[in-house]
């Protein structure tokens, strides 16, 4: 056994070596920081947390607001649990958590706890998501801007599914009112997931109409009989899990909070991710039937003709933007209908670096935005000459040139507030808000 002094000098030699190690950690830490902020890519604490956040499949908890102007609700998270996807009859899919929600449409529909209260429903694919739940305090900020809106207590629900396009949000809003739901202003923010996934359903050989191919497919167990199709999904579902559990880990040990451990994590996670990208389009191809032995997955024939193909998809498109407004026209209910912006839509941003490594996407999505959205604002104004308050987004990023998009279709905050501050700007100029107007 060691004597005293001995393991005394022992003890400080280890607490020197740790302090050292502590202070070189610091120091590169610094470093790495500044080196960053020379490049003009600042690290940025919240989207590496988002990043974790999505690939661990979390959802942040709801946002409340207790500075006097109301308790703000989005759809009650699940966590992963309770947010995989699931058949449903009338949407096709949706997320597990779904039965809670609708207790929350009973409660905002009786308006039994606020009677001034503000409801605001948000529709739409994962980036109206994002708005009305992850960065729903972005959305409320912009609200309370809306001079018809001050000191009004708001209220934001979000039935808006990643991967949902149309006819799922007109189908999702006839659901919900069938089920009694009630608001004040009906808030839907899509686009890109119709002429994308769309494009990409059509590509393998299902229709563009029909629930997104990428989802819907291992949900309905449609040539899972086949051994090839079981392997793929095995291997799929074994490289999720791989990805969800180091992202999860990551979260824990709070990686975010340093750039350097930030930047190491997500490099790990880029190929991860990229490889059950890369499974997943494996499985959809091997998911390819023949129309006539499944009917579930193909639907009516669609034109083989790219023009014709995405003149009916923005068609469709713009039919549920008609159907929707008229749904809520009926009920006094605000409608406003919201181009989002798309990265690889052509022109709408100069990209930076950044942007364009981490915005790759299938060339089924490229080719969908570059082909759909000139079509998709055309449609747009047209319905504006019907009286639909319509509001076309797809440019409001043109010249901005720091990073916005963290992916091929995803904002970051500051992407999400200026698309934010659209939508208010657009309330506060020409959308009729009739229950605000007669104090219901």
């Known amino acids: 056994?060691?004597?005293?002094?001995?393991?005394?000098?022992?003890?400080?030699?280890?607490?020197?070596?740790?302090?050292?190690?502590?202070?070189?950690?610091?120091?590169?830490?610094?470093?790495?920081?500044?080196?960053?902020?020379?490049?003009?890519?600042?690290?940025?604490?919240?989207?590496?947390?988002?990043?974790?956040?999505?690939?661990?499949?979390?959802?942040?908890?709801?946002?409340?607001?207790?500075?006097?102007?109301?308790?703000?609700?989005?759809?009650?998270?699940?966590?992963?649990?309770?947010?995989?996807?699931?058949?449903?009859?009338?949407?096709?899919?949706d997320v597990?958590?779904?039965?809670?929600?609708?207790?929350?449409?009973?409660?905002?529909?009786?308006?039994?706890d606020s009677p001034n209260r503000f409801d605001v429903l948000v529709l739409g694919g994962s980036v109206a998501q994002v708005l009305a739940e992850q960065e729903c305090h972005v959305l409320l900020d912009a609200l309370h801007t809306v001079p018809r809106l001050s000191g009004v207590p708001i209220a934001v629900h979000s039935y808006a599914r990643g991967g949902f396009?149309?006819?799922?949000?007109?189908?999702?809003?006839?659901?919900?009112?069938?089920?009694?739901?009630?608001?004040?202003?009906v808030v839907v923010v899509d686009g890109f997931n119709e002429v994308a996934l769309g494009n990409y359903n059509a590509q393998h050989d299902s229709s563009p109409l029909f629930p997104s191919l990428r989802h819907w497919a291992y949900l309905t167990g449609t040539g899972l009989a086949d051994p090839a199709c079981v392997d793929v999904l095995v291997e799929l579902r074994t490289a999720q899990k791989r990805t969800e559990r180091l992202a999860r880990l990551a979260q824990h040990l709070g990686c975010d909070a340093s750039a350097v451990l930030g930047d190491i994590v997500l490099g790990a996670l880029e190929p991860m991710r990229s490889r059950t990208v890369a499974l997943q389009e494996r499985f959809a191809s091997a998911m390819k039937l023949d129309a006539r032995t499944s009917p579930t997955l193909h639907g009516r024939a669609f034109?083989?003709?790219?023009?014709?193909?995405?003149?009916?998809?923005?068609?469709?498109?713009?039919?549920?933007?008609?159907?929707?407004?008229?749904?809520?026209?009926?009920?006094?209910?605000?409608?406003?209908?919201?181009?989002?912006p798309n990265l690889h839509d052509e022109g709408s941003k100069p990209l930076t670096a950044e942007e364009r490594r981490t915005g790759t996407a299938w060339p089924a999505w490229i080719e969908g935005?570059?082909?759909g959205y000139p079509r998709l604002r055309a449609h747009g104004?047209?319905?504006?000459?019907?009286?639909?308050?319509f509001v076309d987004c797809s440019m409001i990023f043109r010249d901005?040139?720091?990073?916005?998009?963290?992916?091929?279709?995803?904002?970051?905050?500051?992407?999400?507030?200026?698309?934010?501050?659209?939508?208010?700007a657009a309330l506060g100029d020409e959308v009729d808000l009739p229950r605000l107007s007669s104090g219901r």
Request: glycine share 8%; proline share 4%; hydrophobic share 45%.
């Open 1 to 93: 056994m060691l004597p005293p002094h001995t393991r005394r000098n022992t003890a400080k030699r280890w607490l020197v070596v740790l302090a050292a190690l502590v202070a070189g950690c610091f120091v590169a830490e610094l470093g790495y920081r500044w080196r960053r902020t020379q490049q003009r890519r600042p690290y940025d604490r919240a989207a590496v947390a988002r990043a974790l956040a999505s690939l661990a499949g979390e959802y942040t908890a709801p946002i409340e607001r207790t500075d006097g102007r109301e308790i703000v609700e989005s759809a009650r998270p699940g966590g992963p649990e309770g947010n995989h996807i699931v058949l449903h009859p009338y949407l096709g899919f």
């Open 96 to 112: 597990a958590r779904e039965s809670e929600f609708l207790e929350d449409v009973q409660a905002c529909g009786a308006r039994e």
């Open 165 to 185: 396009k149309e006819p799922q949000q007109l189908i999702a809003l006839a659901y919900l009112f069938s089920r009694g739901f009630d608001c004040d202003l």
């Open 303 to 340: 034109p083989a003709d790219v023009a014709a193909r995405f003149d009916g998809i923005v068609a469709n498109w713009a039919q549920s933007s008609i159907s929707i407004d008229a749904m809520c026209r009926a009920r006094g209910i605000a409608f406003l209908h919201v181009l989002q």
């Open 369 to 371: 935005a570059r082909e």
């Open 381 to 389: 104004a047209a319905l504006r000459e019907k009286g639909i308050h």
């Open 400 to 424: 901005v040139t720091q990073s916005l998009y963290y992916d091929a279709g995803h904002f970051n905050e500051a992407g999400n507030v200026l698309l934010a501050r659209a939508i208010a």
